[in-house]
């Protein structure tokens, strides 16, 4: 039995902050008329009755003998249990029906509504429900149903989320129910003792409420926001209340004022449109006092403006923004660019002479009822089309999902424990606006904003992320920590490597739960990896150190070979030596110069040591290459931090046959590395094939001659 169903000893009033200032359906007055009964098997019980117009205004045609049958099961299954504030307990399915049946919800969902305590509550069981109602409606009952706290102990609430939301998955009206549920017990949260309130108040705001706003359910979302708002900050709740009281008692209305000249020009310009005033709702109140301090007449709401057609909107706005004094800055526009929760609407502000500025939203009315119906007013836009197949077995498709769901479903099953996914949970809903970003296959990848590389990479790739070892945005060379725009084009860089990890500095970069989890997971099954150094020492050690042990007995039987390549210079007895800036080897074309002690650097003709060499007044002496095709090259390699890189660097160089001379790796900055190798070639003719074993080596990006300045 929930906390809300009790036994009739525990009367008490029914208090509430929003009671002031916003009127409700009389819900004795519907427990009264439940305690009658059902009526006839041919009539509507008239406890309904409300819900039933309700739903006629939006249905006019629907078959109302499921919501008899469905109202009759739940007042016999809760009679005699009463709700702490005195009302008989079916009071509570009725309004919660009914908050649904005013968004205009479809039949299935306000069947489902009336009967969702039945089974968490009563006698009823599922398969009750399934046999009476249907598939439909006994799947969103068990979506909405909770689990037990004598199975789940402390773990319950967070399982009992994670159940609806991968519900929800399949079927968005599971989580519409639980809303409207939600939104009538904070209604009626007076009667429950203050910490009781507080912590159902806390998890209302850090779930319930981003779950409306991302289902677009704003006239849900705001209400719980008011309701959230007086319960946490009371004394702030009292003083906007103050302000908004103060503000109506004004003899003028400058919002009014306003509206009445808009109408005016719209009526001129032939568009027929409705104009009404908007009140801001508590916690928007508060907002922009804070924002703005010093509150005046049209702070305290905003224009909605209601046109027929979607040209019709940017109709409107051509005549405001020409007969009136435009706020450019305000404009946006969410018909041509939508929300991610189905939002679409112009807004814009003028201005008045007197400075005060007015916001403006122009819609037209379908795109009104979804911004404050979202997906209630859509039945389930996700669910497959009637005409597929229904899935065998009882198991339900798997329909297209809104980004973000799809998402939250991923990450939740890698959580390893349920306090791991409610606290996830509640960071992720914090998170409030989506971006896109584009594959270079023009698929795309739905992220919050502030997401990295990092999270674009387990976006796609999911686990096998952990290879990825750099990316692309919009052409360019990025780091994983860059942070993506909306628009950006990201080409994920994966090694090939299988023994390829993620790095624990990647934890600092992720932005999704998912990018987190799967990172900590990965290092919580490698706990001696990195562990016993700080992550930045350990790579600057692996930098530092691994390529003197590695590279060391190369460089040493290298001492003694010649640093010349076969040479003819036309001057005689001189000696001949490759400068190390731009170390030529055969067949570059090269050059000569004259230097102290009868010696003969030898470069590259576009070193750029040549140009200063000659406008310095030296002499060029003409080399060219012998016979021999052994030389000396140094090449300079820049890649991206990953574990046992230089071991497969130095085994790809090996293998070309080149013998490593000398090597300097800079210590790591920003997860990349810049090597510098001195390589002696046993034939110049290998130098292409080596340089392309090297750029194959997982990790590494980019492969060039050395040009070192000097000379």
């Known amino acids: 039995m929930s906390a809300e169903a009790t036994n009739p000893a525990t009367p008490g009033p029914v208090t509430g902050p929003a009671a002031r200032w916003r009127a409700r359906i009389d819900l004795r007055r519907l427990g009264r008329a439940a305690l009658l009964g059902p009526a006839t098997r041919d009539r509507l019980p008239s406890a309904i009755s409300h819900v039933v117009d309700a739903h006629r205004a939006h249905y006019p045609s629907a078959d109302l003998e499921p919501l008899r049958r469905a109202y009759v099961l739940a007042e016999s299954s809760h009679r005699g249990q009463m709700r702490k504030s005195g009302e008989p307990y079916i009071t509570h399915p009725l309004a919660v029906t009914l908050i649904l049946a005013e968004l205009g919800a479809e039949t299935t969902t306000l069947t489902a509504s009336l009967l969702h305590d039945t089974v968490e509550d009563t006698d009823v069981t599922l398969d009750q429900v399934g046999e009476e109602f249907g598939s439909e409606v006994r799947y969103l009952v068990d979506g909405v149903t909770k689990l037990e706290k004598v199975d789940y102990g402390a773990a319950a609430e967070p399982e009992t989320f994670r159940k609806m939301l991968v519900a929800t998955g399949s079927d968005v009206r599971v989580m519409s129910i639980k809303l409207a549920d939600r939104l009538h017990n904070m209604r009626t949260l007076g009667v429950m003792r203050p910490e009781k309130q507080a912590r159902i108040a806390k998890v209302t705001r850090d779930v319930l409420i981003p779950l409306a706003e991302r289902l677009g359910v704003q006239a849900l979302k705001t209400e719980l926001e008011d309701l959230v708002f007086a319960i946490l900050h009371p004394e702030e709740y009292e003083h906007t209340r103050e302000l908004i009281v103060d503000n109506a008692s004004r003899a003028d209305d400058p919002l009014a004022e306003i509206a009445d000249e808009v109408r005016g020009v719209l009526r001129e310009a032939d568009i027929p449109a409705e104009v009404v005033i908007r009140p801001r709702h508590f916690v928007s109140v508060h907002r922009v006092a804070r924002k703005r301090g010093q509150l005046r007449g049209c702070d305290f ?125 509640r960071e992720d809903l914090a998170q409030d606006r989506e971006i896109t970003v584009f594959r270079p296959d023009g698929g795309t990848l739905g992220l919050p904003e502030g997401a990295t590389c990092v999270d674009a990479a387990y976006a796609q790739y999911g686990e096998d992320a952990h290879a990825c070892i750099g990316a692309r945005v919009n052409g360019r060379l990025a780091t994983l920590s860059t942070v993506l725009r909306d628009g950006d084009t990201v080409q994920l860089l994966m090694g090939q490597d299988p023994a390829s990890e993620p790095s624990r500095e990647w934890l600092e970069h992720a932005h999704t739960p998912a990018a987190r989890i799967a990172i900590q997971r990965w290092l919580a099954a490698h706990p001696t990896h990195e562990e016993a150094q700080d992550p930045a020492q350990a790579r600057a050690q692996e930098a530092d150190e691994e390529p003197s042990a590695a590279l060391r007995p190369a460089a040493e039987g290298l001492t003694s070979r010649p640093t010349t390549a076969d040479i003819t210079v036309d001057q005689p007895g001189a000696t001949v030596r490759l400068a190390g800036c731009c170390t030529p080897v055969p067949p570059d074309e090269v050059t000569g110069f004259a230097v102290r002690g009868g010696v003969v650097t030898v470069h590259r003709v576009e070193c750029a040591a040549v140009e200063r060499m000659k406008s310095g007044g030296r002499a060029e002496v003409d080399v060219r290459w012998g016979d021999t095709t052994e030389c000396r090259v140094t090449l300079l390699a820049e890649s991206f931090v990953r574990p046992h890189l230089l071991a497969d660097l130095t085994e790809a160089m090996a293998l070309e046959g080149a013998e490593i001379v000398s090597a300097t790796i800079e210590p790591p900055t920003q997860q990349r590395v810049r090597h510098t190798y001195t390589l002696q070639l046993p034939d110049a003719a290998h130098l292409p094939a080596l340089m392309r074993a090297m750029r194959n080596v997982p990790g590494v990006y980019d492969v060039s001659r050395a040009q070192t300045p000097g000379g």
């Open 301 to 425: 709401g905003r224009l909605l403006v209601l046109v027929n057609e979607d040209a019709d909107c940017y109709g409107v706005l051509g005549e405001l923004h020409t007969c009136m004094t435009p706020v450019v800055s305000e404009f946006k526009d969410f018909i041509a660019v939508p929300k991610f929760n189905l939002y679409q609407s112009l807004h814009t502000a003028v201005a008045r002479a007197d400075g005060q500025v007015a916001e403006v939203l122009i819609r037209t009315h379908q795109m009104h009822k979804v911004a404050e119906a979202g997906v209630v007013a859509l039945g389930n836009p996700y669910a497959p089309p009637p005409e597929d197949n229904a899935p065998a077995d009882g198991e339900r498709v798997d329909p297209t999902r809104p980004g973000w769901l799809s998402r939250l479903l991923d990450w939740q099953e890698a959580a390893p424990d349920p306090d791991t996914f409610w606290s996830t949970l």
